[in-house]
């Protein structure tokens, strides 16, 4: 473009007249430069629109997206919260049976008292879930080990009821009973150490208690003998039998036929001398009876 001046014709149609324009290079150049950077700055705008638009969207869903998960963690932290009352409820309990069963207190766990925060204080931060579930799994693990000794008690406790000596061990009548008395020998007062129950000889003899044959043989006085460890420091002694059925050793139930009433020993007649001791002591056996 070497020309100084440009003429532009407009020829309209028909008849009218032709108009011509006639311009300035430098003059074309500007309204030229001038268009370009006007189109530019509307271009600009535009992409500056759709951005702001498009970012404005993504601003809505992270929003929306927000707030499902916060009602997400509400939904959470209440159940969280109902799991921590139901522990409370159990704690409360366990304290109760361990009351009744006379155990010590458990250890004190994080979860005292019942009710908790109101339900605009749960707590929907994640520290404050975590720390939540971390008291419920401290609770629990108090909880087990606290049944775990409950369970041992209550098992100790049916030993001991299996171990403790119950019962008649004879069907007979009774003749003599626990305490001081005169010897039907010697005349002299001297302590009986059981009791004497009157019975046909041949009549089964029978274990009052669950526990193991610790002794089985004759011995002075007793005659033929048969000693029952129970456990617990329980023993039985089941004298002046015709007959004995078990050995040293032998695990034997309550109401198992150890022997067979006689009247081998120091004995005037066919009875059982029964004895209870307890860490080698004679009580009296009526009281386990
Ligand atoms: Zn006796």
Redesign the pocket.
């Given at each position: 473009m070497s020309a100084k001046k440009f003429t532009i014709l407009i020829i309209p149609e028909g008849s009218h007249r032709v108009r011509r324009l006639s311009i300035k290079r430098g003059v074309l150049q500007t309204v030229l430069g001038t268009l370009v950077v006007c189109g530019l700055g509307v271009l600009l705008l535009v992409a500056d629109y759709v951005r702001t638009n498009l970012d404005s969207n993504e601003l809505q869903r992270l929003q929306a997206e927000n707030r499902s998960q916060q009602k997400d963690l509400w939904v959470l932290s209440a159940s969280l919260e109902d799991l921590r009352k139901e522990m409370v409820v159990l704690s409360q309990n366990d304290a109760k049976v361990r009351v009744m069963a006379q155990l010590s207190k458990p250890r004190t766990d994080s979860l005292a008292g019942v009710g908790g925060p109101p339900e605009e204080d749960i707590p929907t931060e994640f520290t404050a879930l975590q720390q939540q579930i971390d008291e419920i799994r401290q609770a629990i693990d108090l909880r087990r080990e606290s049944q775990e000794e409950i369970q041992g008690f209550l098992n100790d406790q049916r030993s001991l009821l299996a171990a403790k000596p119950k019962g008649w061990p004879v069907k007979g009548w009774l003749t003599?009973n626990f305490g001081m008395r005169n010897s039907p020998f010697t005349g002299r007062l001297k302590m009986?150490?059981?009791?004497?129950i009157a019975a046909r000889t041949g009549t089964p003899v029978y274990a009052s208690a669950d526990g193991i044959v610790s002794q089985s043989e004759t011995a002075p006085g007793y005659g033929k003998l048969v000693v029952i460890d129970h456990g617990y420091g329980y023993k039985t002694y089941y004298?002046?039998n015709s007959k004995i059925f078990v050995k040293v050793g032998q695990r034997v139930k309550r109401g198992d036929q150890v022997a067979a009433v006689g009247n081998t020993g120091s004995?005037t007649g066919s009875?059982l001398?029964?004895?209870v001791r307890r860490n080698g002591v004679p009580l009296n056996p009526h009281k386990y009876i």
């Open positions: 003599s009986h150490e059981g009791l004497d004298a002046h004995s009875h001398h029964y004895e």
